[in-house]
C-alpha cells in the first residue's frame, strides 16, 4: 500500500502565506516526479506545480512569483509554499506522485486533498 497524506490548509487572510506538506509512505522503491493541483469550487481540478526527482520545476503561469514547490527526497515529501494569498487561490489542494513501487510497478498516487481559504 502506498498513500500520501497533505497537511498545512487552512483558513487565511489575504496577502498572507502558507505552506503544504505531502508525505509519501509504504512500499515505495522511488519516486519520480511530483506534484501539486488544486480544484477551485465549481471548477476542475488544476496542475500548480510539479517538482522532478532531480528537482527541475514547473509552475502555472497564474501562480509563478508567488508559489514555491520543493521535495526532500530523503523524506519522500513534498512541499508548497505559498506567498501574496489572494482570494481565488481558494481550493482544495491536492498532492500527486508519480511513483515505482518495490514491485517495480508504475503508480500514480493522489492525496485526499487539504483545504485552502482565503478570506478576510
Known amino acids: 500500500q502506498v498513500q500520501l497524506v497533505e497537511s498545512g490548509g487552512g483558513l487565511v487572510q489575504p496577502g498572507g502565506s502558507l505552506r503544504l506538506s505531502c508525505a509519501a509512505s509504504g512500499r515505495i522503491f522511488t519516486i519520480n516526479a511530483m506534484a501539486w493541483y488544486r480544484q477551485a469550487p465549481g471548477k476542475q481540478r488544476e496542475l500548480v506545480a510539479s517538482?522532478?526527482?532531480?528537482?527541475?520545476?514547473n509552475y502555472a503561469d497564474s501562480v509563478k512569483g508567488r508559489f514555491t514547490i520543493s521535495r526532500d527526497n530523503a523524506k519522500n515529501t513534498v512541499y508548497l509554499q505559498i506567498e501574496s494569498l489572494k482570494p481565488e487561490d481558494t481550493a482544495v489542494y491536492y498532492c500527486?506522485?508519480?511513483?515505482?513501487?518495490?514491485?517495480?510497478?508504475?503508480?500514480?498516487?493522489w492525496g485526499q486533498g487539504t483545504l485552502v481559504t482565503i478570506s478576510s
Open positions: 517538482i522532478t526527482s532531480g528537482g527541475s520545476t
Open positions: 500527486n506522485a508519480d511513483l515505482v513501487t518495490v514491485m517495480y510497478r508504475d503508480l500514480e498516487v
